[in-house]
């Protein structure tokens, strides 16, 4: 029996070699042939292929899951090597597409955005708190604060952010300022620690913290805070606000909101009444 040259198998076909020896040896020198008459086919009855390709999964659905599932479980670990060195290869081509594609269905991808958000915007909230409260979150989010402050976008968004404020805030005049340092003194009513004036920002900068935030900007609504209290409450009301810390209202606010109904009736509701 004649043998093969390459494998040495028993079975011979032609010139010396086996079957498959010879198909191997075909398909090297005439690959650019065989490639352009396969697509050169494929072109012509493509709509064939399609065809045949959906009546099979639709009844081989469950099928094709069981196969799709067992062959991940057993090859993750090289489909996710595969994947990584491909990426690397064809980073900016992929990118490109990303590109390309979002630029044409931008409008389909917010709306599919804003329908998934409003159907679960509970479970959203729930787990951003968690994901702050973390150590991994934690950590995550310095990182990215400090980076995006220290940059040209950050300081020029942080400049805009104040001026806007500044614009939308009514000032608080030197006379007024001077009566209620006078009646407050540098001490911070809500946490009683002292106050300094200074033009860097600190936790504990004098700022007068407007007691009702849709009241305008006199005496009787106004009060000396450190900036890191004015920053937590921003435009919560105060009742509300004292419960959230577990602290009592300052005495100072009970006088000032004596007069004002709205807030006698959130204090009956909260439980924070006192006679003064």
């Known amino acids: ?42 072109r012509k009855n493509k709509e064939h292929y399609r065809k045949q390709k959906r009546e099979y999964n639709q009844k081989n659905k469950e099928k094709i899951r069981k196969d799709s599932h067992e062959y991940y479980n057993k090859n993750s670990e090289y489909i ?22 979002y630029k044409k269905n931008r409008l389909h991808v917010l709306n599919q955005k804003l329908e998934y958000f409003n159907k679960n915007k509970k479970t959203i909230y729930d787990w951003t708190k968690k994901w702050k409260k973390s150590k991994k979150g934690k950590k995550i989010l310095r990182i990215v604060y400090k980076k995006y402050n220290h940059s040209k976008k950050g300081r020029e968004r942080t400049l805009k952010n104040n001026f806007k404020r500044r614009e939308k805030l009514p ?53 000396v805070s450190c900036r890191e209290c004015n920053i937590s ?3 919560k009301n105060v009742f509300e606000w004292c419960k959230e810390k577990e602290t009592e209202v300052p005495k100072i606010i009970l006088k000032l909101t004596n007069n004002n109904k709205n807030y006698q009736d959130c204090s009956l509701e909260i439980g924070f009444v006192r006679k003064v």
């Open 233 to 235: 409450k921003q435009t």
């Open 1 to 42: 029996m004649k043998k093969c040259k390459k494998c040495g198998n028993i079975k011979y076909h032609c010139r010396g070699l086996c079957k498959h020896c010879y198909n191997n040896l075909y398909y090297r020198k005439n690959k650019r042939q065989i490639l352009k008459q396969s697509h050169e086919f494929y």
């Open 171 to 223: 000032i608080v005049t030197m006379p007024l300022s001077e009566i209620i340092l006078k009646r407050d003194g540098f001490i911070c009513q809500y946490c009683k620690k002292r106050v300094i004036r200074c033009k860097l920002i600190r936790p504990n900068q004098l700022t007068y913290d407007h007691i009702d935030s849709d009241g305008g900007t006199t005496l009787n609504n106004l009060v």
């Open 80 to 101: 996710k090597f595969q994947k990584k060195n491909y990426y690397k290869k064809n980073k900016k081509r992929i990118l490109n597409q990303h590109k390309q594609w």
